[in-house]
């Protein structure tokens, strides 16, 4: 499949948010168990946190190439790509959203979903209220 077959489906930056060619991307490549968490209030890190998972290695790694591919033909820039090289935890940071595709084993052991999706109010960490007062 050639760079503009898959960049066909994508519409341009302004029709699809980056948030929906992501989603849209990683589910073209079966993707699994995609998750995505609000991030905002939590982080200033970015707005989104996608996880999702590849049967191996290889589809780890085609599923994070395609993606940042996708995202840039979308109009929506360059990505920062960690962990290519190994392709058990690709990490894609997008700007606005952070993309984890793991290998199944690799995502259990981490489980960022848990620590990410907790509900927790930055103003339960103040002095007084750690403090027990």
Same mark, same amino acid.
């Given at each position: 499949?050639?760079?503009?077959?898959?960049?066909?489906?994508?519409?341009?930056?302004?029709?699809?948010?980056?948030?929906?060619?992501?989603?849209?991307?990683?589910?073209? /490549?079966?993707?699994?168990? *995609? %998750?995505? !968490?609000?991030?905002?209030?939590?982080? =200033?890190?970015?707005?989104?946190?996608?996880?999702?998972?590849?049967?191996?290695?290889?589809?780890?790694?085609?599923?994070?190439?395609?993606?940042?591919?996708?995202?840039?033909?979308?109009?929506?820039?360059?990505?920062?790509?960690?962990?290519?090289?190994?392709?058990?935890?690709?990490?894609? /940071?997008?700007?606005?959203? *952070? %993309?984890? !595709?793991?290998?199944?084993?690799?995502? =259990?052991?981490?489980?960022?979903?848990?620590?990410?999706?907790?509900?927790?109010?930055?103003?339960?960490?103040?002095?007084?209220?750690?403090?027990?007062?």
């Amino acid at each position: 499949m050639s760079e503009d077959d898959v960049s066909s489906s994508i519409e341009p930056h302004s029709r699809n948010t980056l948030l929906e060619v992501i989603i849209n991307s990683l589910e073209d /490549d079966k993707a699994e168990e *995609i %998750i995505s !968490i609000d991030l905002k209030g939590k982080t =200033s890190i970015a707005d989104s946190m996608i996880i999702a998972s590849g049967r191996s290695t290889r589809q780890v790694a085609a599923i994070a190439d395609h993606l940042v591919m996708n995202i840039k033909k979308s109009g929506h820039g360059h990505s920062k790509v960690e962990g290519l090289e190994k392709a058990d935890w690709v990490l894609v /940071d997008a700007g606005d959203a *952070i %993309i984890h !595709i793991f290998r199944p084993e690799v995502r =259990s052991f981490y489980n960022l979903e848990k620590m990410w999706s907790l509900d927790v109010n930055p103003d339960d960490f103040t002095p007084d209220k750690l403090a027990g007062g």
